[in-house]
């Protein structure tokens, strides 16, 4: 199994920058795309960005030039940096891993983090 842990939330004005945390522990090896997604209340949950173990990212289109996904290990410890921050984003922000493991695909899920935009 993956455990994710986010961080990094907060209350920011429009135009302000705020960048995540989230560290994946236990069976790390078995990670091949981390992701994150947020939820809006009364929205569904959507993808934000994702990178995969080889580096390949992919953005939603609300959020391209503004935000960048990174990672110092892709497997381990992945970061959102949100710049030029909207009252839109606003949200829940969660943490996914997709995992292959002996040959089975499994998803994680974080307990997601806080994110406001509000002046």
């Known amino acids: 199994q993956v455990q994710l842990v986010e961080s990094g939330g907060g209350l920011v004005q429009p135009g302000e920058s705020l960048k995540l945390s989230c560290e994946a522990s236990g069976r790390t090896f078995s990670i091949y795309t981390v992701a994150w997604y947020r939820q809006a209340p009364g929205q569904g949950r959507e993808l934000v960005a994702s990178i995969t173990s080889g580096g390949t990212t992919n953005y939603a289109d609300s959020v391209k030039d503004r935000f960048t996904i990174s990672g110092d290990n892709p497997k381990k410890l992945v970061y959102l940096q949100m710049d030029n921050l909207r009252p839109e984003d606003t949200a829940v922000y969660y943490c996914?891993?997709?995992?292959?493991?002996?040959?089975?695909?499994?998803?994680?899920w974080g307990q997601g983090t806080q994110v406001t935009v509000s002046s």
């Open positions: 996914n891993a997709y995992t292959i493991d002996m040959g089975e695909g499994a998803e994680y």
